[in-house]
């Protein structure tokens, strides 16, 4: 049966009024997370006080609920966990290929990547001297960068600025031809569009939960690993979780089996129970059908702006397969014109230093919804209504 989006867009609270173009940068609420916490905190935390640990499974929800990723992101069961932000886990999963790779002393990266995960690569580099460094090219360099001297590569599937999408299978190949491991940051993929991590031979995978999977601010990331290296991997951040036997208080750590070592401390168990609730709605979701319901709301998008507003510019790819989930314009009043649509009731956002970003996601989105954004930005446009001292100053998150 395909997806039916109307009924899992019935599933979300969204404020009346509102056009949620945003939902890259942080989902909305889930009608079922609000409760899911609620019985959490109620019933277990309030009932059950520390025995929720083993009688309401919290100890084990950082694998249950990676399980439920893995589907999401073509893992092998029994490979993903979650805890942590994503910049702990680039660490992570840096750390360790640096650990698999030892006579390679380069982590090359593109330069459109997410800042942190540069600064994390730029912070291990540091600590670890010796001569590692982090080696950037402009994203289309990417594939014929990748040489014997690379120890991994680190890239964003799609650009969180241009919706920009890599090749994943060409560069894993790539990578393993030339001895070098491939890290996978699924911040802007993980439910804005089909992975195939298996498939596709990657060695490591990492992503955050509160943009597309509607965790909630401060959801936990998931780090994965290829089950080829999922005994031999030497965690860099060795937490007592990751520990073989937490309980058993041993001075000397000695990892747990497999994934399990990917845990540093205490689960959030709170955000967790939110994500699960999120994740309900995902059990109904078949990822192919997601994909083209976004491709036509994408299309639907860049269509309608382009045929009313000439002074925006499209710097999202328009091939389908070279580009994510959103679709990104730029202007040199960016900024404003994002406050006045924002004003309108259309959320987007912006990225410096000129970019308008949208993101579509058909769990919540639709084609009225897409009208009803392009029509508020052309009127914006055709009005130069932007042009406001109200729309000018810059808030501390944009
Ligand atoms: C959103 C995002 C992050 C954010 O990292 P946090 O540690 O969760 O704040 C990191 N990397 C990329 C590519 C992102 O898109």
Known sequence: MPTDFAATKAQFLLPQGVTYLDG??????????????????TAEWGEMLIGGWTKAGWMDQPSRVGDRIARLIGAEPGHVVMGDT?????????????????????????TGNFPSDLYMAQGLCQTLGQGYTLKT??????LDAIDDTTAVTLITEVDYRTGRK????????????????????LAHSAGALPVDLAGTGADFAVGCTYKYLNSGPGG???IYVSPKHAQKVRPALSGWLGHDAPFAFDPDYRPGAGIERMRVGTPPVL?????????????????NDLRLASLALTDQFIAQVEATCPTLTLVT?????????QVSFSHPQG?????????????????????????????????ADVTRAAETLSRIMAESSWDRPEYQTRAKVT
């Not at 909305?28 to 905190?41: E, F, G, S, Y």
């Not at 990578?175 to 491939?182: C, K, R, W, Y």
């Not at 790819?317 to 989930?325: C, E, I, L, V, Y």
């Open 137 to 142: 090219v402009a994203p289309e360099d990417v």
């Open 166 to 185: 890599h090749d994943m299978a060409a560069i894993t190949a790539r990578a393993h031809a030339h001895g070098a491991l491939t890290i996978w940051d």
């Open 317 to 325: 790819p328009r091939p389908h397969a070279q580009r994510g989930s």
């Open 271 to 287: 955000q967790l129970a939110a994500l699960d609730a999120a994740l309900d709605i995902w059990d109904q979701v078949d990822l």
């Open 220 to 222: 936990p990331a998931f």
């Open 335 to 367: 900024y404003a014109i994002m406050q006045a649509l924002i004003a309108h009731r259309v959320i987007g956002d912006f990225r410096a230093p000129d970019i308008l970003r949208f993101g579509f996601t058909p769990l919540f989105t639709d084609a």
């Open 86 to 110: 994503l910049s702990i886990k680039v660490y992570q999963a840096l750390a360790s290929c640096l650990d698999l790779n030892p006579t390679r002393k380069t982590i090359l990266s593109d």
């Open 24 to 41: 890259n940068s942080l989902g909305p609420l889930p009608r079922a997370a609000a409760a899911r916490v609620a019985q959490t905190i």
